[in-house]
């Protein structure tokens, strides 16, 4: 795939086509198989099979470049607790700025859907870019899919209150 264009615009949307959804999925592979070697062979797991999961498509001047998935964590019940997780840029696009409008995107989402608080675990590198997107953090370092990571927290009634409506 190809770097991202100049101060091209970034846009989210939920991948709801077949073809949105092999894109989200692509975008996982090549940076938690691939790049991070996180998981051997595939990423993928019981959550992508859920019909509650919701996958987020990132695109950067229209090109495919990044993702990010929300599921509510107790099935039928949107209003408590949602889980993000799989926030992924590739490379090329990092700096195009596409993961900040990911997480809002995701947090926004969960928070319209009804949700009251969504965590996430964060690679720990990552602490800093979602303390400054309203996140918290949760205790200690924990090992999820073997590596470190933190446990962070946002809550999504506050997150709304102070974001205002979201489009796109």
Do not use: K
Request: negative net charge.
């Amino acid at each position: 795939m190809s770097a991202a264009p100049d101060l091209a615009p970034t846009s989210c949307q939920v991948a709801l086509s077949v073809d949105d959804l092999d894109r989200v999925l692509d975008i996982r592979r090549a940076v938690f198989v691939e790049e991070q070697g996180l998981f051997a062979g595939s990423d993928l797991d019981d959550h992508d099979d859920d019909p509650s999961t919701i996958h987020v498509l990132g695109t950067v001047g229209g090109v495919p470049a990044g993702t990010v998935r929300l599921y509510p964590l107790e099935a039928g019940h949107p209003e408590g607790d949602w889980q993000g997780d799989r926030l992924a840029v590739l490379p090329g696009f990092r700096a195009s700025g596409l993961g900040a409008p990911l997480v809002r995107f995701a947090v926004a989402t969960a928070g319209r859907l009804g949700g009251a608080r969504m965590v996430a675990h964060v690679q720990m590198p990552n602490e800093v870019f979602f303390r400054r997107l309203g996140w918290s953090r949760l205790g200690d370092p924990e090992i999820y899919v073997g590596h470190p990571h933190l446990l962070m927290e946002i809550d999504l009634h506050a997150a709304r209150a102070a974001d205002g409506p979201i489009t796109g």
